[in-house]
């Protein structure tokens, strides 16, 4: 990230190994975003691809990224299982699961905000 960006990153991530076939749609960043703003986003999205390898059982993610000068915005979307979403994000650590709230934090100390969007048997799209 620190020489071409966070597209670059995920392209660089995504080469690796996947037990589903990730679809790329990224906006070329060439290192607009500050530091902070590109390493969390790029923690969200590792953490959304590896929810969706622990527990959504996809067969294709999309991944998608744009960014103009008012905003950033990553999505990251599967096929899977989907599941229901809680009202508040915190009702997950009462099961120990985490993931999903450490990326909400993640983007709230970049002033962003997380959005996500699952029902049983459509899959989920995690949007910061």
Partial sequence: M????LASAIRFH???ASPFAVDLDLM???KQLPEEVAINLFRVYQEALANVEKHAGANRVEVKF???PSEVTLSVRDDG???VV???LGEFAKDSR???LGMQERVRMIGGRLQ???QPGQGTEIRA
């Fill in 98 to 100: 985490f993931g999903l």
């Fill in 66 to 68: 744009t960014l103009s």
């Fill in 116 to 118: 996500v969007v699952s």
């Fill in 28 to 30: 070329e960043d060439r």
């Fill in 2 to 5: 620190d020489i071409l960006g």
């Fill in 81 to 83: 299982c989907g599941f």
């Fill in 86 to 88: 809680p009202q508040r």
């Fill in 14 to 16: 995504t080469e690796g």
